[in-house]
C-alpha cells in the first residue's frame, strides 16, 4: 500500500517570491508521482507527473518537481509565484504495477498575497 | 474545462435517504473513476470501471455503489445516507483501463457537492 504525506497544510508567500510545497511518499513498489491543483470551487487539474526519466519534471503554469528515490521525495517548485496560483495543491502516487487509483496526500494551501 | 462533466453540482438531503450522482466521462473515454473528498478523510478513491466492468475498488461503504452504462457514463448510487457522508463527490476518467505498463492521465470533474441534515 501506499501512502502519502504534505507535511504543510498552508504555507503563505509574498507575490514574485519562490515556494516550495513538500510531498513524501511511502511505498513498498515502484510508484507514479503526480501533483494536482484544486482551484476554490473547481475540480482536481494535473500539474505534472513523473512516469519515469529524467527526475525533474516540468509541469504547467512554470510549475516543476523532482523525484529523489532515495528521500522519497517529490517536492514542487516554483520560481515566482502569482496571486493566481492561489490553490490547494495535492501530491497523488500510483502503483505502476497495479491499477491507476490515485492515492493524495491531505493538500497544502498556497496562499499568495500581494 | 476538463470534458468531464457531473450532475448535479449540489445536492441537499436528509439523513436515511438515497441520492445518485452522475457522471459523464471525456468523449471516448473507457474508465471512471470515483472519489470522496471529505474533511475528514481527505481525498479517497472509491471505486474504478473500465468499459462497463468494475475494475478496482478502494474505501467504498457497502452502502454505495457504482454502475457505468454502456453509452459509459456512470452512476454513483449513495444509500441510507449518514452525516458524515456529506462531502464532495469526484468523477475522473482516463482513455484507457488502467494497464500496468501505461499511464492514463485522469481528468476530473467538477464534483458533485453533497450535504446530508
Known amino acids: 500500500a501506499q501512502s502519502v504525506t504534505q507535511l504543510d497544510s498552508q504555507v503563505p508567500v509574498f507575490e514574485e517570491a519562490p515556494v516550495e510545497l513538500r510531498c513524501n511518499y511511502s511505498?513498498?513498489?515502484?510508484?507514479?508521482l503526480f501533483w494536482y491543483v484544486q482551484y476554490p470551487n473547481q475540480g482536481l487539474q494535473l500539474l505534472l507527473k513523473y512516469l519515469s526519466g529524467s527526475t525533474l519534471v516540468k509541469g504547467i503554469n512554470g510549475f516543476e518537481a523532482e523525484f529523489n528515490k532515495s528521500q522519497t521525495s517529490f517536492h514542487l517548485r516554483k520560481p515566482s509565484v502569482h496571486i493566481s496560483d492561489t490553490a490547494e495543491y495535492f501530491c497523488?502516487?500510483?502503483?505502476?504495477?497495479?491499477?491507476?487509483?490515485?492515492?493524495f496526500g491531505t493538500g497544502t494551501r498556497l496562499l499568495v498575497s500581494p | 474545462d476538463s470534458g468531464v462533466t457531473q450532475t448535479p453540482k449540489h445536492l441537499i438531503t436528509a439523513t436515511g435517504q438515497r441520492v445518485t450522482l452522475r457522471c459523464s466521462p471525456r468523449?471516448?473515454?473507457?474508465?471512471v473513476y470515483w472519489y470522496q473528498q471529505s474533511l475528514d478523510q481527505g481525498l479517497q478513491f472509491l471505486i474504478q470501471?473500465?468499459?462497463?466492468?468494475?475494475?478496482a475498488k478502494g474505501n467504498i461503504l457497502e452502502r454505495f455503489s457504482a454502475q457505468q452504462f454502456p453509452d459509459l457514463h456512470s452512476e454513483l448510487n449513495l444509500s441510507s445516507l449518514e452525516l458524515g457522508d456529506s462531502a464532495l463527490y469526484f468523477c475522473?476518467?482516463?482513455?484507457?483501463?488502467?494497464?500496468?505498463?501505461?499511464?492514463?492521465?485522469?481528468?476530473f470533474g467538477p464534483g458533485t457537492r453533497l450535504t446530508v441534515l
Open positions: 470501471y473500465y468499459n462497463g466492468e468494475e475494475r
Open positions: 475522473a476518467s482516463s482513455s484507457r483501463g488502467g494497464l500496468a505498463d501505461t499511464w492514463d492521465t485522469q481528468y
Open positions: 511505498s513498498s513498489v515502484s510508484v507514479y
Open positions: 497523488a502516487v500510483s502503483d505502476r504495477q497495479g491499477f491507476q487509483k490515485l492515492v
Open positions: 468523449s471516448g473515454d473507457l474508465s
